[in-house]
């Protein structure tokens, strides 16, 4: 019987008594190497637990596997009956695990990219753009430009906001008179506009990057880590092959960027970003 | 120097009229102590396999033991579970142990690989997953462990023959004297495992036993000198006699009475070797 994917990945403590550091190995024994063998049962959890995480919203979600082989120096012997958990990202996976005599998980294993362990994932998927005119799609569309609107108006006003902001400081700064004191409210009341402006349209941003994830999601079935190939949107007569790192949404259109692939089919260096426009603009 | 010869294990003159059927009972009574191996700082051989697996080990176990006693070998047991086995002719002792190991060769390249990355691809390595292995070495430095994967066995009777064999014939170009005894500590209760069990308490119930105390007590961590234990109460010497004594309740004590120590009037002093 021959492992079809086995990995080894390195290990640290998750918690760790300050304190006592020295002491720390002996009291949480540690082991040195975990190996997992990534079969179907393992990846179907992986992608089992990968779909929840987009449908929830979630940062990242584990579940209790025996599949894990963990490797022990002080026995010098593969202990197979460790309790451990598969933890699982938005684009990592993970392990963790504890020895019996403790109840809480007390080791974690360096991060797997999904990508490398998933056979699947290393196939170009398709960006069907038909299906932006679905009821769903729509939906998800105007949210997204609703909240585009808040952002528009909340950064509008923040820059207005902020020239005079500058011109107050500036009055402060080089006269040597002291500032009236309806001055100095003043001042002090636009810093604090400007600082709840920015705090709001931060969390609109986020929102809206989460909603655009959504709509990608739900859409075209795309997320983050995806292999996507398709024509360049700035330079017409070229392929832009990508894997997607970062959604961003701006002015009714999706940008996704990432690093590029190679023709090799490797992850490369530089970064390539496209475009989708989710509104079109011929009505007839 | 020390000189101490293979005569000062004669004072366990018990352990060599056991018959098989005791043998698998003192491995069965070690699975207890066998748990808290994992804090214990020195390498302990035997079955080192879960709980579950002992029935599906057991009767091959047992097998080997017939062979080897059929042969004229001794068998020794120590309250660890570890197996020491004394070759018939010579008088030399070779360790068994049973579970799932690894080539150390292969370890050591990948332990060296992944200090240089977070993970690695190793389905090349041809490493040896989830197979119990039996293996021997002389107890002597430098030996080197002989394999065997229990998974290859066809007929026990047969593999349990040719192992008593196999190990006359790999001894047979050891000598008789060796200048230290490895093993001068089997089957004696030393600090070491003291602390060991010490450590096992402090995880397994927490902050309800003073053990959890004692072993993150910085000044006599590293090595006490001697510990005595009496009347419900611990008493560890640092090297220059200071004592830090500590309470034992009634969890912590059965803990430690696992070890097989003997109370002379409720007291057992266990020494430095």
């Known amino acids: 019987m021959k492992p079809k994917k086995l990995y080894c990945l390195g290990i640290s403590p998750l918690y760790a008594e300050t ?18 063998d990534f079969n179907e049962i393992i990846t179907s959890h992986i992608t089992k637990l990968s779909q929840l995480i987009i449908e929830m919203e979630l940062s990242e979600a584990s579940v209790k596997t025996t599949n894990i082989t963990w490797f022990f120096e002080q026995t010098n012997s593969y202990h197979i009956n460790i309790p451990s958990y598969i933890n699982v990202t938005e684009t990592s996976v993970y392990f963790s695990g504890y020895l019996p005599p403790y109840k809480q998980t007390y080791f974690v294993t360096s991060k797997v990219p999904i990508n490398e362990v998933l056979d699947n994932a ?13 009821p769903l799609a729509k939906g998800m569309i105007k949210e997204l ?29 080089e006269t040597t ?19 709840s402006l920015n705090e709001q349209s931060e969390s609109i941003e986020l ?9 990608l999601y739900r859409v075209f079935g795309l997320t983050v880590g995806d292999w996507i190939s398709t024509d360049s949107t700035w330079r017409p007569d070229k392929r832009v092959q990508l894997q997607i790192e970062r959604i961003d949404y701006y002015n009714e259109s999706i940008t996704l960027s990432g690093p590029i692939i190679t023709q090799k089919g490797d992850i490369g260096k530089r970064t390539e970003s496209v475009q989708i426009r989710l509104v079109t603009n011929n009505e007839h | ?30 699975k207890k102590l066998r748990r808290a191996l994992p804090f214990h700082h020195q390498k302990i051989h035997g079955l080192e396999i879960p709980d579950e697996e002992y029935p599906k080990v057991l009767p091959i176990v047992k097998a080997i033991f017939k062979s080897l006693k059929y042969h004229g070998f001794d068998i020794r047991i120590s309250y660890w579970g570890e197996i020491m086995v004394i070759e018939p002719h010579r008088k030399i002792n070779v360790i068994l142990s049973l579970g799932y190991f690894e080539d150390e060769t292969k370890l050591a390249f990948i332990r060296k690989q992944l200090t240089a990355n977070n993970y690695l691809d190793i389905t090349h390595n041809q490493l040896v997953l989830n197979r119990i292995q039996l293996k021997f070495r002389g107890a002597r430095a430098g030996t080197k462990w002989r394999v065997f994967y229990l998974d290859e066995v066809k007929v026990l009777d047969e593999f349990a023959l040719s192992i008593a064999s196999q190990i006359i014939d790999k001894t047979a170009s050891l000598t008789t004297n060796s200048r230290f005894n490895f093993f001068q500590s089997f089957n004696k209760v030393t600090i070491e495992d003291v602390m060991a069990i010490a450590r096992y308490g402090a995880a397994l119930y927490g902050r309800s036993t003073a053990l959890y ?30 004592s830090y004594p500590y309470g034992l309740n009634k969890k912590a004590l059965s803990l430690l009475t696992l070890l097989p120590i003997e109370l002379i009037d409720n007291k057992v002093k266990i020494e430095r070797r």
């Open chain 1, 145 to 173: 430009g609703f909240r585009y609107q808040a952002y528009e108006k909340a950064n509008d006003r923040f820059y207005v906001l902020d020239d005079v902001l500058a011109a107050l400081v500036k009055l402060d700064g």
């Open chain 1, 19 to 36: 304190k006592q550091h020295t002491l720390h190995s002996e009291l949480y024994p540690l082991p040195s190497l975990c190996l997992c």
């Open chain 2, 213 to 242: 105390f004692l072993v993150r007590d910085k000044n006599i961590s590293f090595y006490p000198d001697s510990v005595i234990i009496e009347n419900h109460q611990i008493q560890l010497f640092s090297f220059n006699k200071e």
């Open chain 1, 207 to 215: 929102e809206m990057e989460l909603l655009a994830k959504k709509l």
């Open chain 1, 177 to 195: 008179e002291a500032l009236e004191s309806d001055t100095s409210s003043y001042l002090l009341a636009l810093s604090s506009e400007i600082s």
């Open chain 1, 122 to 134: 290393k196939m170009f998927r398709p960006i069907d753009m038909a299906r932006l005119s679905l």
């Open chain 2, 1 to 30: 120097m020390i000189l101490e010869k293979e005569q000062s294990q004669s004072r366990l003159d018990w352990l060599l009229i056991m018959n098989i059927s005791k043998l698998i009972q003192a491995l069965n009574k070690a």
